[in-house]
């Protein structure tokens, strides 16, 4: 940064119009180990796991002015205060990925990485999951949950933190606070409100990750009922209308197949073969369209 706000050295005239240049795509950030331990940064238990030195690429060639304010925050902070990032894989985390911590809506920047991007601090997580945040409405029967707070639910991954923080919590061993967790996302997101989709399918997860293999069913037992009513109305409309349908139509049947894939990977047998001779029927519907 000291090298970037130098105008002497990072300008230059190219066609008439002054442009500046930073000779490097790989960068680095330091992390004094002790600081970020005593100020919560990283808890003392990991204090093993921080990298002093943060290296990380950009991956192009180039640098705007909001991403020159966001390395230029990182350096002055120097870990005083937390830094979130909402959201991973975009080119405003500037190649930070592996250094994310999801704590529920937000990422926070911490020097150790994580062998995925949005590393869990159990802990965390469910405090603000189950304490700190405060959710309401979505579990009303007179509050119509239309389209758009479908999507906006999936988009900042409610049911997708609440069912990676129970996995985690299971294979920690701590299996009550795990089921805590999926009580609470059942409670504040209701099955019998809350459409189920595609991306909802591995939800199920969760519950055979606790050992609760009837919950895991009943739930993608609900799945399946939704594709099933979306596919009978689809393939009852004269063939016209049908076509206009055909992106609904395979996302309803991306959904069934994934139940399927979900059933045969957690050893579902059973449910796998009840269900699965209905979406052929589906199958030979589709194809003969």
Request: contains cysteine.
């Amino acid at each position: 940064m000291n090298y970037i706000a130098y105008d002497e050295m990072s300008s230059f005239d190219y066609e008439g119009e002054k442009t500046y240049s930073y000779h490097r795509n790989k960068l680095y950030l330091r992390a004094d180990s002790a600081k970020v331990v005593d100020n919560g940064t990283v808890k003392p238990e990991n204090a093993n796991l921080i990298e002093p030195v943060i290296k990380f690429d950009l991956n192009r060639s180039y640098l705007v002015k909001n991403e020159m304010m966001t390395l230029d925050m990182l350096r002055t902070n120097d870990w005083e205060r937390p830094v979130y990032f909402t959201s991973i894989g975009s080119s405003n985390t500037l190649g930070l990925n592996d250094y994310f911590q999801n704590e529920g809506f937000a990422y926070r920047l911490v020097p150790v990485k994580s062998s995925s991007a949005g590393r869990i601090d159990s802990d965390i997580m469910y405090d603000n999951l189950m304490n700190t945040y405060r959710w309401g409405n979505m579990n009303d029967p007179n509050i119509v949950i239309d389209h758009t707070i479908n999507r906006t639910t999936r988009i900042v991954k409610i049911r997708d933190n609440f069912r990676d923080l129970a996995i985690l919590l299971a294979q920690e061993g701590d299996t009550v606070r795990a089921k805590e967790v999926i009580a609470r996302c059942d409670e504040i997101m209701p099955i019998s409100i809350f459409i189920h989709g595609v991306f909802d399918v591995d939800y199920a997860n969760a519950y055979y990750t606790v050992g609760d293999m009837e919950g895991g069913d009943n739930f993608l037992r609900e799945v399946v009922k939704i594709s099933t009513q979306e596919l009978d109305l689809f393939f009852g409309l004269d063939r016209d209308l049908r076509m206009r349908c055909d992106m609904d139509i395979q996302f309803s049947m991306e959904t069934y197949r994934r139940v399927l894939r979900n059933l045969m990977v957690n050893n579902r047998e059973e449910l796998f073969n009840e269900l699965e001779p209905k979406f052929n029927e589906y199958m030979m519907l589709y194809e003969g369209r």
